[in-house]
């Protein structure tokens, strides 16, 4: 390594070790990562750090992006270079960290899962008739019915509900008012929770889901409920509200096609979101364009 890189780089480990007084753990990540950038930068003919600026701070997170790196990795190497520039101009050595502005791309964000309709139908086949039961067998039936999030289905009023008219007025995100639909199983379930409802509610309690205590029932509670309800119908995968919610959203796509009405239903602000939730892969939208777009159409004379 050329003197101008490897003398910079001892002076700042000893500085972690004396000043800092970081751990063994700590300093041999830092001398990993930053012995891994200075080989890459030799090898792109930077012999000292006076010339590396932020176009050569980018060449090396898009190598490490080529490299297969993931974002949480590059993120630390990223980090590490950012903290040795900082002490380099500390010390005067450098005028500017070139590395201030350049950062490691976000983590992708996992892909929830949902369930397939055979797994919904398990799921759902709650035929017990105490109050408790029809409760969640509502719960459920409206989350996965409506597709509702958590917080929406417990903030829900009876008077939020029309059974006559099959709709339900929610406050999602950002208190935005929406009217979703709800109908078959979802609206006759809701219908045998209001009748059993007044066993277990307070009688000045408007929310319309309600705990054994009378009162409007807490997530924590719908979330547990959920998952037991997964373990005694014996389905495979834990369950929770947002896989109900995302098999909606899956499973209105995949018999419409529509993503537009998806993200109306879901309450999403932005299209981009309702893409994420659903994992839309390239082949469908391909598809949508092809079926919908006059100059597609045109192509396929």
């Known amino acids: ?26 300093q041999h990540n830092y001398k990993r990562q930053l012995t891994t950038l200075a080989e890459q930068l030799v090898e792109l003919g930077v012999t000292d750090w006076q010339t590396v600026d932020a176009s050569w701070v980018r060449q090396l ?16 190497r990223l980090s590490a270079l950012r903290s040795f520039l900082d002490y380099l101009v500390h010390q005067g ?16 964000r996992p892909l929830p899962k949902n369930l397939d309709v055979d797994e919904m139908d398990q799921l759902l086949d709650v035929n017990e008739d105490d109050p408790l039961s029809i409760r969640d067998r509502a719960m459920m039936e409206l989350m996965y019915g409506a597709g509702l ?25 950002g208190d935005k008012e929406r009217v979703v639909p709800f109908a078959g199983l979802a609206r006759e379930w809701v219908g045998h929770w209001l009748k059993v409802r007044g066993q277990l509610a307070a009688g000045d309690e408007p929310g319309l889901f309600v705990s054994k205590l009378g009162q409007r ?22 369950i929770n509200p947002h896989k109900l919610r995302h098999s909606f959203a899956t499973h209105m796509l995949e018999s419409s096609g529509d993503l537009r009405a998806v993200q109306e239903l879901l309450g999403h602000a932005n299209l981009t979101t309702t893409q994420i939730y659903t994992h839309l892969d390239f ?9 919908a777009h006059p100059r597609a159409k045109r192509g396929k004379r």
């Open 217 to 238: 029932i807490s997530t924590r509670n719908v979330q547990k409920r959920m998952a037991e309800w997964g373990q005694k119908q014996a389905v495979s995968s834990h």
């Open 149 to 173: 999030r958590l917080s929406e289905l417990v903030n829900l009023d009876v008077r939020d509900i029309s059974l006559s008219k099959g709709d339900i007025r929610v406050i999602g995100k």
């Open 93 to 108: 050595e450098i005028k500017a960290n070139p590395a201030k502005g350049v950062s490691a791309p976000r983590k992708a």
């Open 1 to 26: 390594m050329p003197a101008g890189l490897e003398k910079s780089l001892l002076r700042f480990y000893e500085y972690l070790r004396s000043e800092r007084e970081l751990s063994l753990h700590t």
């Open 61 to 76: 997170a898009s190598k490490g992006m080529r490299d297969g790196l993931k974002a949480s990795s590059l993120s630390m």
């Open 283 to 291: 082949q469908h939208l391909a598809q949508v364009y092809d079926e």
